[in-house]
Nanobody, 122 residues
Framework: QVQLVESGGGLVQAGGSLRLSCAAS????????MGWFRQAPGKEREFVCR????????IYADSVKGRFTVSRDNARNTVYLQMNNLKPEDTANYYC???????????????WGQGTQVTVSS
């Protein structure tokens, strides 16, 4: 069974950048849509972005559009999230997830990583 592990989170000042990685083990991400979600304390998990298998289809939440870029390297079984111009409201635990369905809804993602914390100071 595929397992996902996120990395790259940390503390950054507003306006800064971080690059998150999501590495798969125990299997491949073959034909899977990969999504990024985030959850801040006291808030519900929210969709950030997703990328299709080929990498040519991407969808972003309005809140991150133009600042975040999702990409994938299928040969390395890894998905990336480049986050630029970070804002304090981006502070959250970020999760990657795998699905066979192109959706922004968490219930369609059956495999999740453990999350990586991103904290943006003002």
């Amino acid at each position: 069974q595929v397992q996902l592990v996120e990395s790259g989170g940390g503390l950054v000042q507003a306006g800064g950048s971080l690059r998150l990685s999501c590495a798969a083990s125990g299997g491949t991400l073959n034909r899977r849509v990969m999504g990024w979600f985030r959850q801040a304390p006291g808030k519900e998990r929210e969709f950030v972005c997703r990328i299709g298998w080929s990498g040519t289809s991407t969808i972003y939440a309005d809140s991150v559009k133009g600042r975040f870029t999702v990409s994938r390297d299928n040969a390395r079984n890894t998905v990336y999230l480049q986050m630029n111009n970070l804002k304090p409201e981006d502070t959250a635990n970020y999760y990657c997830a795998a699905s066979f369905v192109e959706s922004q809804h968490a219930q369609f993602y059956g495999t999740w990583g453990q999350g990586t914390q991103v904290t943006v100071s003002s």
